[in-house]
């Protein structure tokens, strides 16, 4: 499909489900921000590697894993701020060669050693 942009902000979305947003494979620009997503299809987003811009902002989501953005070097702007994530393994935006906003602010961090990483993360590279 030739879609490059795809925004599904403040529909009181639930589930997406898995191979929904895979065959995708163009998009640029992905806005699933301000829903009720509790589980990602995470998988999907290996397909999407032309992605630069993922809001999934203000959701329910509890889970990251730790290679979920893996394929995605293009990105450049991440907004997983406000849903309930208690701890971002360390090593999951390593892949992001091109980051260059991130946003991970109001989630229920459990503000263990585990995310020390965090403090030092961007000033190492």
Same mark, same amino acid.
Request: proline share 2%.
């Given at each position: ?5 795809? $925004? ?9 489900? %898995?191979?929904?947003? /895979? ?5 640029? %620009?992905?806005?699933?921000?301000? +829903? @009720?997503?509790? #589980?990602?299809? $995470?998988?999907? @987003? /290996?397909?999407?590697? /032309? *992605?630069? @811009? *993922?809001? !999934? +902002?203000? %959701?329910? !989501?509890? %889970?990251?894993?730790?290679? /979920?953005?893996?394929? *995605?070097? #293009? ?6 701020? +406000? ?6 393994? &360390?090593?999951?935006? #390593? ?21 020390? $990483? *965090?403090?030092? $993360?961007?000033? &190492?590279?």
């Amino acid at each position: 499909t030739q879609v490059t942009s795809l $925004w599904l902000a403040h529909n009181e979305i639930s589930v997406i489900a %898995n191979g929904t947003l /895979a065959v995708l494979v163009q998009l640029k %620009n992905l806005d699933i921000s301000y +829903n @009720l997503i509790v #589980d990602f299809p $995470w998988e999907d @987003l /290996a397909s999407l590697t /032309a *992605l630069q @811009l *993922l809001k !999934m +902002n203000n %959701n329910r !989501m509890t %889970n990251l894993p730790r290679d /979920a953005f893996q394929n *995605l070097k #293009d990105l450049r702007s991440l907004r997983i701020n +406000n849903n309930n994530f208690a701890t971002i393994v &360390e090593g999951t935006f #390593d892949a992001l060669s091109s980051l260059s906003h991130l946003q991970i602010y109001n989630n229920p961090f459990n503000c263990t050693c585990s995310l020390l $990483w *965090l403090k030092t $993360w961007r000033s &190492e590279e």
